[in-house]
């Protein structure tokens, strides 16, 4: 669970209590799941050691009419008293006394009550009572007893409620606490637009302090509502998006934001990414924690391809000193959520070093993995940026990459080697092909002889370049005789790269030697 969960279910452990939630620091181990567990158990505690003698009371009570018991409680027995009775009677009857008693003694009772034992009675309540006793609680900033009476108040209820407080600091900091979180859905839905945007913008003041609860609220409703909230946090003043990334990291709670943030429209993204506050080392180390320790990939990655060229450069400086375990956690969440093009946009601003471990530990993966890695460069129109960092991987990295490539649809393979002649990485996607068994090669080999004359001729311009002659070979080997008299033609006058071919021939064996000779009209040399 969040920071926001174990703070709220801190401060209300120490209101049951009766300390300051600064005096629990010994229960610090504890996340809000287990400090809630405390709480309830606490609170079952203290309702069954009087129980006993509370249902004496009740049965007592019974021989004296509704208006008598109401005063005697009130009078005689007080606040605490009477919460604790209550949820022993009958609620027809609790129901009926608690009409009797005047607002400010029932909000009183609300203090000291376990919403549980009574949630017929609350559900009865009148809604004019509800939003009297309510009004007597923002006045005493009660937000914690507020809260829990949420999941037992019917919505229309809460909507009048709601409607008839002025204040909207109420209204953030008793929905800090309510119980249970789904309600949030409700409890946003019932509020105009208008009323949210003020929400946000209270929120973005920081006379008032109140990102805790907003983002508490925004972090526990549904998507729609995170993308909803959040955009309108972004389309106001900078100083709104600013003001919750600085609390984000002063407060720990981006556990909480990058959830809300990557629900967030793209517009609104780019904002968030562009603000001075995320180009801080310090801030980006916090951020990519809280990324990797709450599997929340899919909203850090496109957050950092939105970042300006020296924040991107800045967050790859982070990357690189992430540990083994952490990168291995890094590559999965890219597969499994589709986010390879943002990976390889990291790897693209990581020192050569830091891209040969990562991608070294791409290369680990398995086949089916790396033909999506593959699949998701080409539909990102990526190759230029990929071919580069594939000439990094190990010799049995390079085998499996090679193994994935007869894979690839016709029009993808066109594609890789329209980039690799552009940008003059035929070494690389050689260095793949060479590792193709005989049949993939094959296929390759047909595809490249059937290529345009200036592509082929860029092939042997980079092949001579590299002396990649016997690579080319593997690949020589399959075309037949038309298709080696067209790459014949391309060495027309370009007597170094003819005899550089033959040579490399001559090497591999007497067959493909003799086959060369002849279609280049030139006899092998000695």
Not at 487 to 499: C, F, I, P, T, V
Request: charged share 25%; hydrophobic share 50%; glycine share 6%.
């Amino acid at each position: 669970m969040s920071q926001i969960e174990i703070l709220a279910e801190n401060i209300k452990l120490a209101r049951l209590l009766g300390v300051q939630p600064d005096e629990l620091t010994y229960l610090k181990a504890l996340d809000a799941g287990q400090l809630r567990s405390l709480r309830l158990r606490l609170t079952n505690s203290l309702f069954d050691e009087t129980g006993a003698s509370f249902r004496r009371v009740v049965t007592a009570s019974k021989l004296l009419p509704n208006g008598m018991v109401a005063l005697i409680g009130e009078k005689v027995f007080g606040a605490m008293l009477c919460a604790r009775i209550s949820g022993l009677m009958p609620p027809n009857r609790a129901y009926e006394i608690a009409l009797k008693l005047p607002d400010a003694f029932l909000a009183k009772v609300s203090v000291e009550l376990d919403p549980r034992s009574a949630r017929e009675v609350i559900a009865r309540m009148p809604a004019d009572r509800v939003t009297a006793i309510a009004a007597i609680l923002v006045e005493r900033r009660d937000y914690v007893t507020m809260g829990r009476f949420v999941d037992y108040l019917s919505r229309d209820t809460i909507r009048q409620v709601m409607e008839s407080i002025d204040d909207d600091t109420a209204i953030l900091r008793t929905a800090f606490f309510v119980e249970n979180k789904t309600a949030l859905n409700d409890l946003v839905r019932l509020m105009p637009v208008e009323r949210i945007r003020r929400l946000v913008i209270l929120a973005g003041d920081e006379r008032h302090d109140l990102w805790t609860e907003a983002v508490g609220l925004m972090s526990h409703v549904n998507d729609d509502w995170k993308r909803r909230i959040g955009d309108l946090a972004a389309e106001q003043d900078e100083s709104v998006l600013s003001g919750l990334a600085h609390a984000a990291q002063r407060l720990r709670l981006w556990d909480s934001v990058l959830p809300i943030v990557g629900c967030m429209s793209e517009s609104s993204q780019r904002k968030l990414a562009g603000l001075p506050v995320l180009a801080s080392r310090e801030v980006l180390d916090r951020v990519i924690a809280a990324a990797d320790a709450n599997g929340l990939w899919a909203a850090m990655l496109p957050l950092v391809g939105y970042m300006g060229a020296d924040v991107r450069r800045t967050a790859a400086q982070v990357f690189e000193h992430l540990p083994q375990d952490t990168l291995q956690r890094l590559i999965a969440a890219a597969g499994a959520l589709q986010l390879w093009p943002e990976l390889i946009g990291i790897l693209g601003d990581m020192d050569q070093a830091e891209q040969r471990n990562v991608v070294r530990l791409i290369g680990e993966q398995d086949e089916a993995v790396l033909m999506q890695l593959l699949e998701a460069v080409d539909r990102a129109g990526l190759w230029a940026a990929v071919l580069p960092l594939i000439s990094l991987m190990g010799p049995e990295a390079r085998k499996t990459a090679a193994r994935v490539v007869p894979g690839l649809p016709p029009q993808v393979l066109q594609q890789l080697m329209d980039t690799a002649n552009q940008l003059a990485l035929w070494p690389t996607l050689l260095g793949i092909l060479s590792n193709l068994p005989d049949t993939e090669q094959r296929q390759v080999a047909q595809l490249i002889s059937a290529q345009p004359m200036p592509l082929l001729r860029g092939l042997l311009e980079a092949i001579h370049a590299s002396g990649l002659w016997a690579e080319l070979l593997q690949l020589l080997r399959h075309f037949d005789d038309a298709q080696l008299r067209r790459l014949a033609a391309l060495l027309e006058g370009r007597d170094e790269q003819r005899h550089a071919l033959l040579v490399a021939a001559q090497q591999q064996g007497p067959g493909l030697n003799a086959r060369l000779a002849d279609v280049l009209g030139t006899p092998a040399p000695p």
